[in-house]
Nanobody, 116 residues
């Protein structure tokens, strides 16, 4: 089992920045990749960004150049730096991990609201 705890969501004006954090605990040795998904009301959950244990990253086209995912292996934490935020980035952001057996784990979600 892997437990994921997110922090860092909130309300920000368009053009602003936020940093999300996700701390992993439990069977962290089995984690292959970690990342962030988001879900806006009425929409499906979508991948925002992910990073593998080897450091390879993947981003949704809509956030490329604005968001950066990073991983601190010593702290078992993954971060999502979000810059130049837009109202369409408003969603609940979920931390996600997948282990070597293909088992998914999810955090509880943190709300990000971009509004003036």
């Amino acid at each position: 089992q892997v437990q994921l705890v997110e922090s860092g969501g909130g309300l920000v004006q368009p053009g602003g920045s936020l940093r999300l954090s996700c701390a992993a605990s439990g069977s962290i040795f089995s984690i292959y990749a970690m990342g962030w998904y988001r879900q806006a009301p009425g929409n499906q959950r979508e991948l925002v960004a992910a990073v593998t244990s080897g450091g390879s990253t993947n981003y949704a086209d809509s956030v490329k150049g604005r968001f950066t995912i990073s991983r601190d292996n010593a702290r078992n934490t993954v971060y999502l730096q979000m810059n130049s935020l837009k109202p369409e980035d408003t969603a609940v952001y979920y931390c996600h991990s997948i282990n070597l057996d293909g088992v998914d784990f999810w955090g509880q979600g943190t709300q990000v609201t971009v509004s003036s």
